[in-house]
């Protein structure tokens, strides 16, 4: 059994979806799982795009701002969610040991995590947001447009922190279902929502950019109002409680002992995608805009397959808890055979429909032709990402983040921006040498994940 000294009291009740998630049909629990945790991933996507959607409508200038400015945002984001994977791999690990009094101990932790956190990035956004974005050397329209996005999106991190425990927290201890309905509905009020705040239409107020962030802000913080009511009243796998709280900090460092690993991956993976942004400024805005753009595109692509790629990171966790490694082991292997599958698929949508796809967007010819070829490049890397993400996140999810974030920073810093440096100055591929360098950086990343999994060190993890 595992355990933490000194709770007391019995908070946690299973009042529904209690279904033992470590017996029975693999594949039947990977679609119970997978399934609300796709169409949440999608969810979560959509919102963003079709703020892009709008933003698009304001110039390249706005494009290219608020795209580097969310390529910092998700810098910080994947910071977050790594520091919160310690919280999901602790959580699925005592619910599948049968130990909620755990996870609810563990959850009120991460509720301290968060606060700081938030604190923390609001002082950022407040003071640093224009030199930021300084530091690329793009046009000054640029960054007047970038830094007010990205201002709102940090001093209101607050909403998205606390939302994103409390999904976490969901989703690792059994219940996709409830996050996905939290989702969609917020989703949906951000889709209504984002044109009114951009354009000022109606009663309300022409915020440009400022209003496409701020929408975020807003729906994220009407989600999270929602997710604690569900989480505290008993209407998910795992009731919470704050009686019997108390400060702990060996709680606090165990999660964040997993969690600091996976947000060194998550946090630099981001950062070299800034980095390279900044490669590809000298080759003009448009190219910038398409390295947007296709961000943008690509995150879309590969969410909702991603969503299979988290429930097997559960499944696996619960399944290691439970003691039973090779179950995890199974889980994983089929898991990333459907990601595949699904990945093949969206590649062969991106090659024969990159330019209308791009053209949602916006229908520059300039920015629509460059933007088609890194799609197409792009696919290379999309053959790849079911075992990539798949093994990665299974691996996270029993808490063994060490070795993920050591293969992702070899690669990252050893392959993909050597590779995107030069690339471009050896070769005639000019700013297409760029995402060339991304597409071997997954390629190599996604043999070593196969190598060391196979390995089996992460049977004996201990959390």
Same mark, same amino acid.
């Given at each position: 059994?595992?355990?933490?000294?000194?709770?007391?009291?019995?908070?946690?009740?299973?009042?529904?979806?209690?279904?033992?998630?470590?017996?029975?049909?693999?594949?039947?629990?990977?679609? *119970?799982?997978?399934?609300?945790?796709?169409?949440?991933? *999608?969810?979560?996507?959509?919102?963003?795009?079709?703020?892009?959607?709008?933003?698009?409508?304001?110039?390249?200038?706005?494009?290219?701002?608020?795209?580097?400015?969310?390529?910092?945002?998700?810098?910080?984001?994947?910071?977050?969610?790594?520091?919160?994977?310690?919280?999901?791999?602790?959580?699925?690990?005592?619910?599948?040991?049968?130990?909620?009094?755990?996870?609810?101990?563990?959850?009120?932790?991460?509720?301290?995590?968060?606060?700081?956190?938030?604190?923390?990035?609001?002082?950022?956004?407040?003071?640093?947001?224009?030199?930021?974005?300084?530091?690329?050397?793009?046009?000054?329209?640029?960054?007047?447009?970038?830094?007010?996005?990205?201002?709102?999106?940090?001093?209101?991190?607050?909403?998205?922190?606390?939302?994103?425990?409390?999904?976490?927290?969901?989703?690792?201890?059994?219940?996709?279902?409830?996050?996905?309905?939290?989702?969609?509905?917020?989703?949906?009020?951000?889709?209504?929502?984002?044109?009114?705040?951009?354009?000022?239409?109606?009663?309300?107020?022409?915020?440009?950019?400022?209003?496409?962030?701020?929408?975020?802000?807003?729906?994220?913080?009407?989600?999270?109002?929602?997710?604690?009511?569900?989480?505290?009243?008993?209407?998910?796998?795992?009731?919470?409680?704050?009686?019997?709280?108390?400060?702990?900090?060996?709680?606090?460092?165990?999660?964040?002992?997993?969690?600091?690993?996976?947000?060194?991956?998550?946090?630099?993976?981001?950062?070299?995608?800034?980095?390279?942004?900044?490669?590809?400024?000298?080759?003009?805005?448009?190219?910038?805009?398409?390295?947007?753009?296709?961000?943008?595109?690509?995150?879309?692509?590969?969410?909702?397959?991603?969503?299979?790629?988290?429930?097997?990171?559960?499944?696996?966790?619960?399944?290691?808890?439970?003691?039973?490694?090779?179950?995890?082991?199974?889980?994983?292997?089929?898991?990333?055979?459907?990601?595949?599958?699904?990945?093949?698929?969206?590649?062969?949508?991106?090659?024969?429909?990159?330019?209308?796809?791009?053209?949602?967007?916006?229908?520059?010819?300039?920015?629509?032709?460059?933007?088609?070829?890194?799609?197409?490049?792009?696919?290379?890397?999309?053959?790849?990402?079911?075992?990539?993400?798949?093994?990665?996140?299974?691996?996270?999810?029993?808490?063994?983040?060490?070795?993920?974030?050591?293969?992702?920073?070899?690669?990252?810093?050893?392959?993909?921006?050597?590779?995107?440096?030069?690339?471009?100055?050896?070769?005639?591929?000019?700013?297409?040498?760029?995402?060339?360098?991304?597409?071997?950086?997954?390629?190599?990343?996604?043999?070593?994940?196969?190598?060391?999994?196979?390995?089996?060190?992460?049977?004996?993890?201990?959390?």
């Amino acid at each position: 059994m595992i355990n933490l000294e000194g709770m007391t009291g019995s908070p946690v009740r299973v009042v529904r979806s209690d279904r033992d998630l470590t017996k029975g049909s693999i594949i039947g629990n990977l679609w *119970t799982l997978s399934w609300p945790m796709t169409i949440s991933s *999608t969810i979560m996507m959509l919102g963003p795009a079709v703020d892009m959607i709008w933003i698009g409508k304001l110039g390249p200038a706005s494009i290219a701002g608020v795209g580097i400015s969310a390529m910092v945002v998700m810098v910080i984001n994947s910071l977050m969610m790594g520091l919160f994977m310690g919280l999901r791999a602790m959580v699925a690990r005592f619910v599948g040991a049968g130990d909620n009094q755990a996870a609810n101990h563990v959850s009120q932790q991460a509720f301290v995590i968060s606060i700081v956190f938030s604190i923390f990035m609001a002082v950022i956004g407040l003071f640093l947001a224009e030199p930021i974005l300084m530091l690329l050397g793009v046009e000054a329209d640029v960054v007047t447009e970038g830094a007010a996005y990205m201002r709102i999106q940090l001093i209101g991190m607050f909403t998205m922190s606390f939302g994103m425990v409390l999904q976490s927290i969901m989703q690792a201890s059994g219940d996709a279902l409830t996050p996905m309905k939290i989702s969609i509905g917020t989703r949906l009020f951000h889709v209504a929502l984002c044109p009114f705040l951009i354009f000022g239409w109606w009663i309300f107020p022409q915020l440009g950019v400022s209003g496409a962030a701020l929408t975020n802000v807003i729906t994220h913080g009407v989600g999270g109002v929602f997710a604690i009511w569900v989480l505290f009243s008993g209407r998910t796998r795992l009731r919470l409680t704050l009686k019997n709280y108390r400060f702990d900090g060996n709680a606090i460092w165990r999660m964040v002992k997993i969690g600091i690993p996976a947000s060194v991956m998550g946090m630099q993976r981001s950062l070299s995608d800034f980095i390279l942004t900044w490669f590809i400024v000298p080759y003009g805005t448009a190219a910038v805009a398409a390295h947007s753009l296709i961000t943008r595109v690509d995150t879309f692509v590969f969410m909702p397959a991603m969503g299979l790629g988290q429930a097997a990171g559960v499944l696996a966790g619960q399944n290691l808890g439970a003691g039973k490694p090779e179950r995890s082991a199974r889980t994983t292997w089929l898991a990333a055979a459907l990601f595949t599958s699904f990945m093949i698929i969206g590649s062969l949508i991106m090659w024969f429909w990159a330019e209308p796809v791009v053209r949602i967007f916006n229908a520059d010819p300039g920015l629509v032709e460059v933007a088609g070829k890194f799609l197409r490049i792009q696919i290379g890397s999309y053959l790849v990402y079911g075992v990539l993400m798949v093994l990665m996140n299974c691996l996270m999810g029993m808490g063994d983040t060490f070795i993920p974030m050591l293969i992702n920073v070899v690669t990252m810093w050893g392959m993909r921006v050597p590779l995107a440096h030069y690339l471009p100055q050896i070769t005639d591929l000019g700013v297409y040498g760029i995402r060339w360098a991304m597409v071997i950086d997954a390629v190599v990343g996604a043999v070593c994940f196969v190598l060391y999994f196979r390995l089996g060190r992460w049977k004996h993890k201990k959390i």
